[in-house]
């Protein structure tokens, strides 16, 4: 094998793909904005606005006790008291996610968002007993019905709510409180439900407390319980418990990175073999290289398609963790393993592409071989969660020196909350080096005779019978 | 014949079958340096699997083969020019780029490669099209950038798989004279055509192939030689009405009217010059004259001599088209 033509072929391989306006937006640029933005979606997020529609909510009170609490709670004024609260808290959290990194800039437009709040202006109408609830649902039709905009605004029923005699007080005490039932307007925004049906539920609870003798203030104190950061002690002292988002987010990130990174480059691969083959530029360069040369070449440039990418996805994600606050979940053991793992991955992948490409004459016939790499492609997904839940059970063990998706199911439970021991690691390492020689011989034999294979496309049968052929 | 040290491409009882398809078989070759050769034969006769093992593109299943006194082309790649049939280039690459890539494949320096591609690009009279990409020239353009790709890195072998097809007139003449120019260097040069004048053009030494067997090889002259004129056309004072009457004269076996004139077929045995005599004396003529053979007419009379049943006019007409024989062939 003549290594400087198989790197020229890697050369223009890679090159082609790229150093092309489209790689670069889609598979480089594309992320890094996208990381960029995360904290800034999660501000905008937050600026969610509060319900600012007025109008009126009917109140069937059959208990009779419970209007005054609504009405105070839905005032105007007292709402938009608590999505004050509410900003407040979250632009708490925003900085303490992100300590430096945007903390200002959330601080601002939550102090924005605050000033803005339009609050919704509930007009209660306490219905008497003499009135029937057919009427006030006649009237909520009538208006859905007619669509037309009310003289006033104040006059539009937003809901009815109709109270149980004994939603505060048991009638028997051997049953249990007696509840409401609420008729909206279709369409309502649901800030504007939520508020609505928040304000009633809270009032009703309210008032079973007062007739229960019990002290609000007391209830409100015994049930907040602050929430303090868990730590992990470690050999070397404590740190930042792993939260539950952690365990599982590491663990699929790296997964998919790997799957991303090994696909792109396969996709790519089977891409410009087809259109060498497609293009008859084949035989130009069968005249120049040998297939195994042309093949190995091809390879090594969409390797290095994988290897950017996989590099750019891991510098994102450290700056991102970084950001976060959450810097100390970067194992640089682990970023060695994900390139480590992505080779092997990557070859397995990227010979059946190459076979594939050379075996077909255009995309389309690609698509029925694909199936099955495909399908293949996609475990990876399906046992996530039952490798995650236990990544040391016998079946993720098994999974995990099974190549093709060894790799895959190998970086989930190295990257989770409970690894596999060294020697099962390196063992992974050693079976799919194996897989990646065989794989590779495949591909060589398939691919010498396919590309010089027009007409009928080959089924797998097909492809056997070359393998023997070569 | 030469020993092999001189032989730029020798094959020895060479067969390659596709499945249940033979393609190739029993090919002897002896291509000796410097000489220009011409493969002809129609579409499908092994011509490009015939290229190809030369090129080790594909592999004779038996048989003997030697490439620039090596084992197989695989050794020697850099030093043969290949301009296959099914010529591809790189649709989104700029032509200076796609020929420095394939020189570059080609075993040559980067170093200089510039001013090598750009000289060639002029000679092709493509000045300008450095910078283009591929897929903005025309088809015709576009061969001549692929003629280049075979030729830059200065190869001693130049094989090149119907180098014609597709070209004007004009572009025609212009690659004529590059190949020529090659050969005149010393370069030995290999070429397929299924039109055959192209190939009396050109070449010196003929290998006709057909049904993937070798019917024929040898040079031009020998063959013009050896495919004895059996006919003459004349033009009689009387008109081209008067086939009847030139049938029956003595040694014509057959008259038949062809464009301007009528083509006098003659008996086996029976010298042109002689039946020239004889036909002046009967009647006068405008024009009489010997027929001279074309490879066309050398490869029908070869094909319908070992084919049975075969129609000369109706083979003829397909070799014009430019059709397949093979269905003929196998009835």
Redo the contacts between chains.
């Keep these: 094998m003549n290594i400087s033509?198989v790197m020229?072929?890697a050369a223009?391989e890679f090159a082609?793909t790229a150093m092309t306006k489209g790689f670069i937006i889609g598979a480089l640029v594309l992320p890094a904005v996208m990381a960029a933005i995360i904290p800034v979606v999660m501000v905008l997020a937050m600026k969610a606005q509060p319900p600012a529609d007025t109008g009126t909510v009917y109140i069937l009170d059959h208990s009779q006790e419970v209007t005054p609490i609504i009405e105070d709670r839905l005032a105007p004024e007292s709402v938009k008291g608590r999505w004050i609260e509410r900003f407040e808290d979250a632009a708490d959290t925003v900085q303490s996610f992100m300590p430096g990194v945007g903390a200002d800039a959330a601080q601002n437009s939550m102090e924005q968002a605050t000033s803005n709040i339009k609050s919704p202006v509930f007009r209660i109408i306490p219905a008497g007993d003499d009135t029937n609830l057919d009427e006030l649902k006649e009237e909520l039709r009538k208006q859905v019905a007619s669509d037309t905009e009310l003289a006033d605004e104040n006059r539009k029923v937003l809901a009815i709510i109709e109270i149980d005699v004994d939603a505060t007080k048991k009638i028997n005490d051997d049953e249990g409180y007696g509840s409401y039932q609420a008729f909206f307007r279709p369409k309502l925004n649901e800030e504007t439900i939520g508020e609505i049906k928040g304000g009633v539920r809270w009032s009703i609870r309210q008032k079973r407390y007062d007739n229960a003798d019990l002290d609000r203030t007391m209830i409100a104190e015994i049930n907040s319980i602050d929430a303090r950061e868990s730590k992990e002690i470690t050999e070397e002292g404590e740190r930042k418990a792993a939260n539950g988002i952690a365990t599982f987010a590491i663990p699929f990130v790296a997964m998919i990175l790997l799957l991303m990174a090994s696909m792109t480059g396969g996709q790519y691969l089977l891409t410009t073999t087809v259109e060498?083959k497609s293009?008859?530029?084949?035989?130009?360069?069968?005249?120049?290289?040998?297939p195994l040369e042309l093949m190995t070449g091809k390879i090594i440039g969409q390797m290095g398609v994988g290897l950017s990418l996989l590099t750019v996805y891991n510098a994102v994600g450290i700056v991102a963790l970084i950001a976060f606050s959450l810097g100390d979940l970067i194992d640089p053991q682990m970023i060695l393993l994900i390139f480590v793992f992505f080779l092997l991955a990557y070859f397995m992948f990227a010979s059946l592409m190459a076979a594939i490409g050379a075996a077909v004459n255009d995309l389309r016939e690609a698509q029925s071989l694909m199936t099955p790499v495909m399908l293949m492609m996609i475990m990876p997904y399906i046992f996530f969660m039952p490798v995650i839940r236990a990544p040391n059970s016998l079946f993720s063990t098994v999974l995990s020196f099974i190549p093709p998706i060894s790799p895959f199911i190998m970086i989930m439970r190295v990257s989770s909350t409970d690894a596999p021991p060294t020697w099962q690691v390196l063992l992974a390492i050693f079976v799919n080096m194996i897989g990646v020689v065989v794989f590779l011989w495949f591909a060589a034999k398939v691919f010498r005779v396919g590309l010089?294979m027009f007409g009928k496309p080959p089924n797998l049968r097909t492809l056997f019978k070359w393998i023997r052929m070569a | 014949m030469s020993n092999t040290d001189t032989l730029a491409v020798s094959m020895n009882g060479v067969r390659k079958t596709f499945g249940s398809k033979v393609a190739v078989e029993g090919i002897d070759l002896a291509i000796p340096e410097g000489s220009i050769y011409g493969f002809i034969g129609p579409n499908g006769a092994g011509k490009t699997t015939t290229i190809r093992m030369i090129m080790s593109i594909l592999f004779p299943d038996h048989g003997e083969l030697s490439v620039l006194g090596k084992k197989s082309a695989i050794e020697s790649k850099d030093r043969i020019g290949y301009l296959p049939e099914e010529r591809g280039i790189y649709k989104k690459m700029k032509v200076g780029a796609f020929l420095k890539h394939i020189g570059r494949l080609k075993g040559l320096d980067s170093r200089g490669l510039d001013l090598v591609v750009k000289g060639w690009l002029e000679r092709v009279e493509l000045e300008g099209v450095y910078k283009k990409k591929c897929e903005e020239l025309s088809k015709g353009m576009q061969q001549k950038v692929q003629f280049i790709a075979s030729v830059l890195h200065d190869p001693d072998l130049i094989i090149l798989d119907e180098p014609f097809s597709g070209l004007d007139p004009v572009n025609m003449r212009l690659l004529r004279k590059l190949i020529d120019e090659e050969h005149t260097k010393g370069k030995t040069v290999i070429f397929s055509t299924h039109v055959m004048y192209q190939a009396e053009q050109l070449c010196d030494h003929i290998v006709m192939i057909h049904e993937g067997k070798k019917v024929l090889d040898d040079t031009l002259d020998d063959i013009r030689t050896r495919f004895d004129p059996r006919s003459l056309h004349i033009d009689p004072v009387g008109g081209l009405g008067m086939s009847d009457e030139i049938a029956k004269v003595a040694g014509v076996a057959r008259v038949s009217a062809v464009e301007n004139a009528l083509e006098v077929i003659l008996e086996k045995g029976i010298e042109p010059q002689d039946a020239m005599k004889t036909l002046l004396a009967a009647y006068p003529m405008n024009r009489i004259e010997i027929k001279k053979p074309t490879l066309e007419d050398v490869f029908i009379e070869i094909v319908t001599d070992g084919v049975r049943g075969l129609d000369a006019e109706q083979l003829r007409a397909n070799l014009l088209a430019g059709s397949k024989l093979e269905e003929e062939g196998e009835s």
């Design positions: 033509k020229r072929v223009r082609s060498e293009n008859r530029v084949v035989e130009v360069l069968l005249s120049a290289v040998s010089l």
